[in-house]
């Protein structure tokens, strides 16, 4: 053992190393010139340049000063665009996590693990900004977490500062654990069925309405202050869109039910994610004013998502919902930009709409949308630099900038693979 981390940690400490030479913590001045740009919202500046400073977007044009000092990169023959948004990722965090015990968890909240290796594979694909939620284990879950991609920071500088509280639902085989045969009895709890699902969400808003009444009673005629309940105190912020509700779903039927629930009680479901039945209930999505984020090709691998087609997201964009390509995992955020190329495979989507499901879309429905998602004046510096366009089955990402910082350097990537695979090794030796 003793020979074993001797070996490899040298490499350990190069890995440190060039990650803080990257990211020493400073917003650096970085132009990337010559380069087709793809603002998302103000169309595609050909031989463009854009200018950060401070970790901000001070010039985009084609005919844009460079300030001296600061560090230029040729984007010749190359497309640039805003990092992409993954709406729906499980990276940086224990894989598939549910606080289990109980059905109603919204107290808890996900923490990040800043060291895990597919923030690097993120910023590989262009990946610079993601929504983290748990599992699908509860009616009501924890509430979640938006990251910005600052590989080799601590766990609090990789957290999207000022980004809203957001908050995950669930609906379906996950929750009431169908398929999963004779569960432990520490697993076995209520609901078993959708119309438990359903009475849960009604139980727990019902509790969560006299709670709010009896501490406006005591503020109100003072008296007994009411006991404190974490719980039914987040479900009281929900209520009053202070916290965001994005709710895993894919029937229609479980769909209507969660908007007639949350309209009852006078709240929005923010996004219905992976939504798979949504080309079925479209309107009645945007008539909620709903969002929603889906996968591009990923269905039938349970009986809740048979009925799922390709068409999906396109049917609901022409609907008018603001819709999203998600990954729903650690690895496939790495390919958002291909995930997205099938909405105009399937369902005719302009080059625009598609890309803007990877970038101002998901931004939007995150809460983002004032700081990320489109190359503007005024926004962070967040940006992917492409080889070819995005769309194109040989482009890959040469570079990508969170905060005006490179994080990622195509030309540095073989050499940060096998330090992380020599630190993924030395710790499964411990």
Same mark, same amino acid.
């Not at 895990?116 to 009501?140: E, F, K, M, R, V």
């Not at 977490?145 to 766990?155: F, L, P």
């Not at 999963?180 to 509790?207: A, I, Q």
């Given at each position: 053992? @003793?020979?074993l981390?001797i %070996?490899?940690r040298?490499?350990?400490?190069?890995?440190?190393?060039?990650?803080t030479t990257a990211?020493?913590?400073l917003?650096q001045n970085?132009?990337v010139?010559n380069?087709?740009? /793809?603002?998302?919202?103000n169309?595609?500046?050909?031989?463009?340049?854009?200018v +950060?400073?401070?970790?901000?977007?001070?010039?985009?044009g084609? %005919?844009?000063?460079?300030?001296?000092?600061?560090?230029?990169i040729?984007g010749t023959?190359?497309y640039l665009?805003?990092?992409?948004?993954?709406?729906? +990722?499980h990276?940086?965090?224990?894989?598939? #996590?549910?606080?289990? $015990?109980e $059905?109603v968890?919204? %107290?808890?909240q996900?923490?990040v693990?800043?060291?895990d290796?597919?923030?690097?594979?993120?910023?590989?694909g262009?990946a610079t900004?993601?929504h983290?939620l748990h599992?699908?284990?509860n009616?009501?879950?924890?509430?979640?977490q938006?990251?910005?991609?600052?590989?080799?920071?601590s766990?609090?500088?990789i /957290?999207?500062e000022?980004?809203p509280? /957001? =908050?995950k639902?669930?609906l379906?085989?996950?929750?009431?654990r169908?398929?999963?045969?004779?569960?432990?009895?520490s697993?076995?709890? !209520?609901? @078993?069925?959708r119309?438990?699902?359903?009475?849960?969400?009604?139980?727990?808003?019902?509790?969560a309405?006299?709670?709010?009444?009896?501490w406006e009673?005591?503020?109100?005629?003072?008296?007994?202050?009411?006991?404190?309940?974490?719980?039914?105190?987040a479900?009281?912020?929900?209520?009053?869109?202070e916290?965001?509700?994005?709710a895993?779903? !894919?029937r229609a039927? %479980?769909?209507?039910?969660?908007?007639r629930v949350a309209?009852?009680?006078?709240?929005?479901?923010?996004?219905?994610?992976?939504v798979?039945e949504?080309?079925?209930v479209?309107?009645?999505?945007?008539d909620?004013?709903?969002h929603?984020?889906?996968f591009?090709?990923f269905?039938?691998?349970?009986v809740?998502a !048979?009925?799922?087609?390709p068409?999906n997201?396109a049917?609901?964009? +022409?609907?008018?919902?603001?819709v $999203?390509?998600?990954s729903? +995992?650690?690895?496939?955020?790495?390919?958002?930009?291909?995930?997205?190329a099938?909405?105009? @495979? !399937?369902?005719g989507m302009?080059?625009?709409?598609a890309l803007?499901?990877?970038?101002?879309?998901?931004?939007?429905?995150?809460g983002?949308?004032?700081? =990320?998602?489109?190359?503007?004046?005024?926004?962070?510096?967040?940006?992917?630099?492409f080889?070819?366009?995005?769309?194109h089955?040989?482009t890959?990402?040469? @570079?990508? #900038? =969170?905060d005006?910082?490179v994080?990622?350097?195509?030309?540095?990537?073989?050499?940060?693979?096998k /330090?992380?695979?020599?630190?993924?090794?030395?710790?499964?030796?411990?």
């Amino acid at each position: 053992m @003793k020979k074993l981390l001797i %070996e490899i940690r040298p490499a350990v400490l190069l890995l440190i190393l060039i990650c803080t030479t990257a990211t020493n913590g400073l917003a650096q001045n970085v132009a990337v010139r010559n380069a087709t740009i /793809l603002t998302i919202t103000n169309g595609i500046v050909e031989n463009g340049t854009v200018v +950060s400073r401070d970790g901000k977007i001070v010039a985009v044009g084609t %005919e844009v000063d460079i300030p001296n000092g600061t560090t230029v990169i040729d984007g010749t023959g190359m497309y640039l665009m805003p990092g992409l948004i993954d709406a729906h +990722s499980h990276a940086a965090i224990d894989s598939g #996590i549910n606080e289990g $015990s109980e $059905s109603v968890t919204p %107290e808890v909240q996900v923490q990040v693990m800043n060291d895990d290796p597919t923030i690097y594979q993120a910023l590989a694909g262009g990946a610079t900004t993601a929504h983290l939620l748990h599992g699908s284990a509860n009616t009501i879950g924890g509430q979640s977490q938006v990251i910005k991609m600052r590989w080799g920071k601590s766990v609090e500088e990789i /957290l999207f500062e000022g980004a809203p509280r /957001l =908050v995950k639902f669930a609906l379906g085989e996950n929750v009431t654990r169908a398929g999963r045969g004779n569960l432990p009895d520490s697993l076995r709890r !209520y609901p @078993k069925s959708r119309m438990g699902v359903e009475h849960t969400l009604r139980w727990w808003f019902t509790e969560a309405q006299k709670y709010r009444t009896g501490w406006e009673d005591y503020h109100s005629n003072g008296g007994l202050e009411p006991r404190r309940d974490l719980r039914l105190e987040a479900l009281v912020d929900i209520m009053e869109g202070e916290i965001r509700v994005h709710a895993h779903s !894919y029937r229609a039927d %479980e769909i209507l039910m969660l908007i007639r629930v949350a309209e009852q009680f006078g709240f929005r479901i923010n996004t219905f994610q992976h939504v798979l039945e949504g080309y079925k209930v479209a309107k009645e999505i945007a008539d909620h004013g709903a969002h929603a984020s889906t996968f591009a090709d990923f269905w039938g691998y349970k009986v809740e998502a !048979y009925d799922a087609i390709p068409h999906n997201m396109a049917i609901m964009a +022409s609907r008018g919902i603001v819709v $999203s390509v998600n990954s729903d +995992s650690g690895e496939r955020i790495r390919r958002l930009y291909q995930e997205a190329a099938f909405g105009m @495979k !399937y369902g005719g989507m302009s080059e625009e709409e598609a890309l803007k499901m990877i970038t101002i879309n998901p931004a939007i429905q995150i809460g983002v949308e004032n700081r =990320v998602g489109s190359i503007e004046v005024g926004k962070d510096a967040d940006l992917a630099l492409f080889s070819h366009h995005p769309f194109h089955p040989s482009t890959k990402v040469e @570079k990508t #900038i =969170v905060d005006g910082i490179v994080y990622f350097d195509r030309d540095q990537a073989d050499t940060m693979a096998k /330090l992380l695979a020599n630190k993924d090794g030395m710790e499964e030796q411990r």
